[in-house]
Nanobody, 120 residues
Framework: QVQLVESGGGLVQPGGSLRLSCVAS????????MGWYRQAPGRQRELVAV??????NYADSVKGRFTISRDNAKNTVYLQMNNLKPEDAAVYYC???????????????WGQGTQVTVSS
């Protein structure tokens, strides 16, 4: 069974940094896209950053501050968040498109979420 497990959230002051990690565990054939989304209270879940075939894309609100990276050998995606702002506070979710077996379709998997709080 495939699972995505996030870590690295917490409380940080404005201007501070955090690094989120997401590990895909279990047995699977391949991982395609991996990315990060976030959801603040009362708001829809939104894309933060995605890594697809070596190409990265970011939400305009985080460009220049956040960096997504992957370690394919470890089935892990990271999100380095610098110069955090109060409006970055949200639950951050990892998402991965994973093919469980070579003969199956790609499925979308989500982590359980990790809370990021930005406050002085």
């Amino acid at each position: 069974q495939v699972q995505l497990v996030e870590s690295g959230g917490g409380l940080v002051q404005p201007g501070g940094s955090l690094r989120l990690s997401c590990v895909a565990s279990g047995t699977f054939f391949s991982i395609n896209d991996m990315g990060w989304y976030r959801q603040a209270p009362g708001r829809q879940r939104e894309l933060v950053a995605v890594s697809s075939s070596g190409v990265t894309n970011y939400a305009d609100s985080v460009k220049g501050r956040f960096t997504i990276s992957r370690d394919n050998a470890k089935n892990t995606v990271y999100l380095q968040m610098n110069n955090l702002k109060p409006e970055d506070a949200a639950v951050y979710y990892c998402k991965a498109d994973i093919r469980p077996r070579s003969w199956t379709n790609v499925g979308v998997y989500w982590g359980q979420g990790t809370q990021v709080t930005v406050s002085s």
